[in-house]
């Protein structure tokens, strides 16, 4: 992938998209082609034909998605299979049908069976049963996965598939109803903060592990993979650590400063209880994570919340 070559994001306004087209610009790449999902609704078939009929791009990252938390993935679930499978669908039959140098499919670390040996290896890959409250999810990326694979070994096409950790980082949604938990656990403390409110309560036991990535390094770290790896199968990117939920609350509670109570609702679902990724084939293909996850919290929360950025 050269400076010159024309590279279209799907989803370059979202978290990973926009820190995708941040990497490629900082690295001198200036021929990128980008559509909002107003000028281009990747759900529909023929719109997506035309589009890259028309474009011709070198080479695809595919970040665009239908996502968000625990609550939207089980409320919305026949959205969240019907859409995704529309997107990723469209975007990789056309990707080989316009001969599409290379594309990368980015999917989530749901894919993985909920009680799945810790860490998460790449062949754990449909050996158990999914998470119920994101199955739905879950089972499209599989399937953006498998056709990625089926792609490569039916036309020869250079499909990647990439799983991110949890992310976290700019332009990440803090939406309540549709939110991950940390950038929730961010709005959630400030506002509390800012209200004096006594208490803050938040889902579950607090006992799940989970592993946080900043969505810059996960950029980089898709920037490196398309240079670097051309393989069927997938490539897990995660920072190779996990933090328990409650700690993860003390440390946004202390970085926010709210010094009120923490409340565990107990009623509410943990989901999967850990999902520490294995990223030893990333690191053998010559990439590491480099931001520490408390000097990235810090640093999304003094752009987003203390630079008086509106929340929805």
Not at 162 to 170: A, D, I, K, Q, S
Not at 183 to 191: D, G, N, Q
Not at 196 to 207: A, I, K, M, Q
């Amino acid at each position: 992938m050269q400076p010159s070559d024309k590279v279209y994001i799907a989803g370059h306004r979202g978290m990973v998209g926009s820190a995708i087209r941040r990497n490629l610009e900082s690295g001198g790449f200036n021929n990128l082609v980008l559509r909002t999902s107003a000028e281009l609704d990747l759900r529909d078939q023929r719109a997506v034909a035309a589009f890259f009929e028309a474009e011709r791009p070198d080479y695809v990252f595919l970040a665009a998605a239908k996502v968000g938390g625990i609550v939207a993935n089980n409320t919305y679930r026949a959205e969240f299979i019907y859409e995704n499978l529309m997107i990723q669908n469209n975007v990789i039959h056309e990707a080989y049908r316009n001969q599409v140098k290379k594309l990368m499919f980015l999917g989530s670390s749901c894919i993985y069976p909920k009680l799945a040996p810790q860490p998460l290896k790449e062949e754990y890959l449909l050996t158990g049963e999914l998470e119920p409250t994101n199955e739905p999810y879950a089972i499209a990326k599989i399937a953006g996965i498998k056709m990625c694979d089926a792609y490569r070994s039916q036309y020869g096409c250079n499909f990647v598939s990439v799983m991110p950790t949890n992310l976290y980082g700019p332009n990440d949604n803090y939406d309540l109803q549709s939110s991950h938990v940390l950038p929730a656990m961010l709005r959630k403390f400030h506002e509390a903060r800012e209200q004096h409110l006594p208490e803050v309560t938040l889902w579950g036991t607090g006992s799940p592990l989970r592993e946080f990535l900043h969505a810059d390094d996960m950029a980089d770290a898709c920037v490196y993979l398309m240079q670097h790896y051309s393989e069927s199968g997938l490539v897990n990117i995660g920072v190779g650590e996990d933090i328990p939920i409650k700690d993860l609350a003390e440390m946004i509670k202390r970085i926010v400063g709210y010094e009120g109570n923490i409340v565990w609702d107990r009623t509410k679902p943990d989901g999967t209880p850990r999902k520490l990724m294995d990223v030893s084939k990333l690191n053998s293909l010559g990439w590491k994570a480099s931001t520490k996850l408390e000097e990235g919290i810090r640093e999304v929360y003094a752009g987003k919340f203390l630079n008086n950025v509106s929340i929805p």
